[in-house]
């Protein structure tokens, strides 16, 4: 898989299709490697892909779980190579991409979406990797339907993760981890409440920040097009 910078900076996937290159929905080419090319008028740098470009250039179909909160939520769960992730509402696949890339080879991630529409897009998304295979997508409620047990995470973005928290306990392993994103103060205080009452441990409560900077040569300063807020995190351990 390869990205495509153009002179702004502006960044597009290039993806195997058969035999052809597909780069977003202006180019198919029959061969490309790292370096710079031109394609049309435009000149583009062309780099091998990351997870910052797999997550930066998904179609979205509802708010995604963006770069900093994925990376607390894999460090706080402990993920690696072979963890057993279930993970609760698919969006555009943003988090899904995030996880598959730290559990492969041998890791699998099980996501429940009971939305059709948003199972598609999130299917559309992660099939453009090279991990998907570690992935399995189900149509169902993660606060109810799921048949998998001796997991290492357990991973919700829904709008009452509290619901899923009995269901948590039953299927993850010991240490394992629940790990919620919630958008407002009610809901994280909710959630805490409920993983107080079923006896989790070494919770947490957090929002993370990220302040990006424009440096220029008469000057640097912070981008006052930031969006710092996201949303909250929640965790709690089995015992």
């Given at each position: 898989m390869?990205?495509l910078?153009?002179?702004?900076?502006?960044r597009?996937?290039a993806?195997?299709?058969?035999?052809?290159?597909?780069?977003?929905?202006?180019?198919?080419l029959?061969?490309?490697?790292e370096?710079?090319?031109?394609?049309?008028l435009?000149?583009?740098?062309?780099l091998?892909?990351?997870?910052?470009?797999?997550?930066?250039?998904?179609?979205?179909?509802?708010?995604i779980?963006g770069?900093?909160?994925?990376?607390?939520?894999?460090?706080?769960?402990?993920?690696?190579?072979?963890s057993?992730?279930?993970?609760g509402?698919?969006?555009?696949?943003?988090?899904?991409?995030?996880?598959?890339?730290f559990?492969q080879?041998?890791?699998?991630?099980?996501?429940?979406?009971?939305?059709?529409?948003?199972?598609?897009v999130?299917?559309?998304?992660?099939?453009?990797?090279?991990?998907?295979?570690?992935?399995?997508?189900k149509?169902?409620?993660?606060?109810?339907?799921?048949?998998?047990?001796d997991?290492?995470?357990?991973?919700?973005?829904?709008p009452d993760?509290w619901d899923?928290v009995?269901i948590?306990?039953?299927v993850?392993?010991?240490s394992?981890?629940f790990?919620?994103?919630?958008?407002?103060?009610?809901?994280?205080?909710?959630?805490?409440?409920?993983?107080?009452?079923?006896?989790?441990?070494?919770?947490?409560?957090c929002?993370?920040?990220?302040?990006?900077?424009?440096?220029?040569?008469?000057?640097?300063?912070?981008d006052?097009?930031?969006?710092?807020?996201?949303?909250?995190?929640i965790?709690?351990?089995?015992v």
């Amino acid at each position: 898989m390869y990205t495509l910078l153009d002179r702004k900076n502006r960044r597009y996937l290039a993806y195997k299709d058969g035999e052809m290159y597909k780069i977003d929905n202006f180019a198919v080419l029959h061969e490309l490697c790292e370096g710079t090319m031109k394609i049309g008028l435009s000149k583009y740098h062309i780099l091998r892909s990351n997870l910052y470009d797999y997550m930066s250039t998904l179609k979205r179909k509802a708010q995604i779980i963006g770069i900093k909160d994925a990376a607390y939520i894999i460090a706080r769960c402990g993920l690696h190579a072979g963890s057993v992730v279930i993970e609760g509402g698919a969006g555009s696949g943003s988090l899904t991409m995030a996880l598959l890339y730290f559990v492969q080879p041998t890791g699998k991630v099980y996501t429940y979406e009971m939305r059709n529409d948003f199972a598609q897009v999130a299917k559309e998304n992660v099939l453009r990797t090279s991990f998907a295979q570690n992935w399995v997508l189900k149509i169902g409620d993660v606060r109810r339907d799921v048949e998998e047990s001796d997991v290492d995470a357990f991973i919700v973005d829904i709008p009452d993760p509290w619901d899923a928290v009995e269901i948590a306990k039953k299927v993850l392993k010991i240490s394992g981890c629940f790990a919620s994103y919630v958008p407002t103060y009610n809901q994280m205080e909710r959630v805490y409440h409920a993983l107080e009452d079923a006896n989790f441990v070494d919770l947490e409560a957090c929002e993370i920040i990220k302040r990006n900077m424009i440096i220029g040569s008469m000057g640097t300063r912070p981008d006052n097009l930031e969006i710092p807020h996201t949303g909250f995190l929640i965790f709690g351990r089995k015992v």
